[in-house]
């Protein structure tokens, strides 16, 4: 069935540092994707989304790349601070909007 | 302009019991949706209002539990009786309608359930 996967379940970073999170997805027909980020006692909070018709898009110190071909999509995140230390999660839209979410990647800033 | 809440935050309660889950979306917000996050495992959809029609409840789990959406403005989810397996963390996210589908979902803090 279709998924929605990431490739590591842990990340650690230098602050300062950029850090890049993966996703895999396996449904061709997926026109929306998301980024969310969730802090330790909170809900899911948007960081960035892109869809299926754009390869590239940038945000505030992020930037998401979407490849089609290869069903993967990822998340650039600039000179990381502590702040950015938090699970993230990508989502896919398969047009009806439900989401469907990953297992989520715990990223760690080391200072 | 406030985000989503959900109430409460925190609950705990016995085998058996019924829970009450409310969720306010954001103001002006049609869609409503209900995830839940049982430990180690991904965040799942559970089902969708649109104002206050289910349009898919298709990830619900089974029939003890109810989502109610009155008037189209703040939802409650009920688990009736409550089972081992429904501890986890309930999300409640809101969007806006839009003709094409596809909007931002903005999530609430979520509600942390403990079935013991």
């Known amino acids: 069935g279709e998924s929605v996967g990431l490739h590591l379940p842990t990340l650690s970073v230098q602050e300062g540092d950029n850090s890049i999170i993966n996703c895999a997805y396996s449904?061709?027909?997926?026109?929306?994707f998301i980024w969310y980020k969730q802090e330790s006692g909170k809900g899911p909070q948007f960081i960035i989304d892109i869809r299926s018709n754009m390869d590239k898009r940038q945000g505030q110190r992020v930037t998401v790349l979407l490849n089609k071909t290869v069903k993967h999509l990822s998340l650039q995140i600039a000179a990381t601070q502590p702040g950015d230390s938090a699970v993230y999660f990508c989502a896919e839209n398969f047009g009806n909007e439900k989401l469907t979410f990953g297992t989520g990647t715990r990223l760690t800033i080391i200072p | 302009e406030a985000g989503v809440t959900q109430f409460p935050s925190h609950s705990v309660i016995e085998k058996g019991q019924t829970v009450t889950l409310r969720c306010d979306p954001i103001?002006?917000?049609?869609?409503l949706y209900w995830y839940r996050r049982v430990m180690g495992k991904e965040i799942k959809f559970l089902l969708h209002?649109?104002?206050?029609?289910?349009?898919?409840e298709s990830g619900m789990p089974n029939n003890r539990f109810l989502a109610e959406r009155t008037g189209g403005t703040y939802s409650t989810l009920k688990v009736q009786p409550a089972e081992l397996e429904d501890s986890g963390v309930y999300f409640c996210?809101?969007?806006?309608?839009?003709?094409?589908?596809?909007?931002?979902?903005?999530f609430g803090p979520g509600t942390r359930l403990t079935v013991l």
């Open positions: 209002f649109v104002k206050e029609s289910k349009q898919d």
């Open positions: 449904n061709s027909a997926s026109d929306y």
């Open positions: 996210a809101s969007s806006r309608l839009e003709a094409r589908g596809t909007d931002t979902q903005y």
């Open positions: 103001s002006g917000h049609d869609n």
